[in-house]
């Protein structure tokens, strides 16, 4: 497992450079949040423990554990000057739940997408299969919940209502638009649910649990809102443009299972509007898929059409939303690394 250093922050974090006691708090915390969600995953069983701690061993970003430990530092008394406590036990214990369960939806969009990878490792149902797959997700999903069961009724209602709505957004995208519904609301659907609404109540839960008012509350969720949808459409612009050294995951997955993103939607929509070159792609989108080749070739239609720098500007506009979203708080060093937060989600590259 890898540990958390100044150097994995994500990138950008630098505007924190002169502030070192609070660097060197975000990196402990991490460090000790880490370590408790290693020790959440820990089963007597060993099947279970070698299912459930198969992904959180090959890594990951973390995310919404550093979301969620920022979101808490708001109310800090020293936060104008970087001079801010080590958040609390419920926090870190909250940041680990709400890690869990991401971890545990990584599982299932797997086991449904027929994803061959994931975070450089075989996804758990080709390690395994689909049930023990699936079991492995609900496993952590029933880890996140203890631990949420420890919190306020209020973070309790919080997660499970996101819970709700991680379903619904991969019920949407199983399910596909109704005959009625635009295809490019339906995907935006799609990702707030499954994305978008997990970052907004890490943000949520982590200001909330700090003891910060409700008005910073209120901004910090829109904020994980924002985020979370600036963080899906960059990944999927991602997983069609990015080597699959760098992402983790092998490029195109989406492509080869059919799932419209972005990039795709856009295409189609200049393609009925008679652009041939998007039409062309679109042909190689919708023909078979089933060898790399074929796969590389549509990869290279969509990559070098004009639609894919449209897609980027889009995805750019959540971000500038998400900034947006806290004009209003404080300036502080904290306020500045959740602009930095924000930037890396849309510019990084995997």
């Not at 060197?24 to 995953?41: D, F, K, Q, T, Y």
């Not at 295809?183 to 909330?208: F, M, P, Q």
């Not at 092998?250 to 509007?273: F, M």
């Not at 078979?288 to 500007?313: S, Y």
């Amino acid at each position: 497992m890898t540990e958390p250093s100044i150097a994995s922050l994500p990138a950008g974090f630098s505007v924190l450079d002169d502030y070192p006691d609070l660097l060197a708090v975000l990196v402990e915390s991490l460090s000790a949040i880490e370590e408790e969600l290693a020790e959440a995953l820990r089963n007597a069983d060993e099947l279970a423990e070698a299912t459930t701690r198969h992904l959180l061993d090959a890594g990951g970003k973390r995310l919404r554990p550093l979301l969620a430990v920022l979101a808490s530092m708001l109310a800090d008394p020293g936060v104008a000057n970087g001079q801010v406590h080590a958040p609390s036990e419920n926090i870190r214990s909250a940041a680990v739940a709400l890690e869990l369960t991401h971890l545990a939806t990584l599982y299932h969009d797997d086991v449904m997408d027929e994803a061959d990878m994931r975070r450089g490792v075989p996804a758990a149902h080709k390690q395994w299969n689909n049930s023990l797959a699936i079991l492995a997700g609900d496993l952590i999903f029933a880890r996140a919940s203890m631990r949420m069961s420890q919190m306020s009724a209020e973070v309790i209602r919080v997660h499970a209502q996101t819970f709700e709505s991680l379903v619904m957004g991969q019920m949407w995208e199983t399910v596909g638009p109704r005959a009625d519904q635009d295809r490019l609301d339906h995907y935006l659907a799609v990702i707030d649910g499954k994305t978008a609404s997990l970052i907004a109540t890490t943000a949520h839960i982590g200001a909330l649990l700090g003891g910060c008012s409700s008005e910073v509350v209120a901004m910090m969720r829109n904020y994980g809102h924002n985020v979370g949808m600036a963080f899906q459409l960059a990944d999927d612009i991602i997983d069609l443009v990015s080597p699959g050294e760098k992402s983790g995951k092998v490029p195109g997955t989406d492509l080869k299972e059919r799932v419209p993103t972005l990039p795709t939607l856009l295409l189609r929509q200049v393609a009925a509007e008679g652009d041939q070159s998007a039409q062309q792609a679109v042909a190689l989108i919708d023909g078979p898929l089933d060898t790399q080749e074929q796969v590389n070739q549509a990869l290279e239609a969509i990559a070098t059409h004009p639609v894919l720098e449209r897609a980027w500007e889009l995805t750019r506009v959540w971000e500038r939303k998400a900034l947006e979203s806290i004009e209003n708080l404080d300036d502080s060093p904290i306020k500045q690394a959740l602009i930095a937060f924000a930037h890396y989600v849309v510019e990084r590259q995997n």
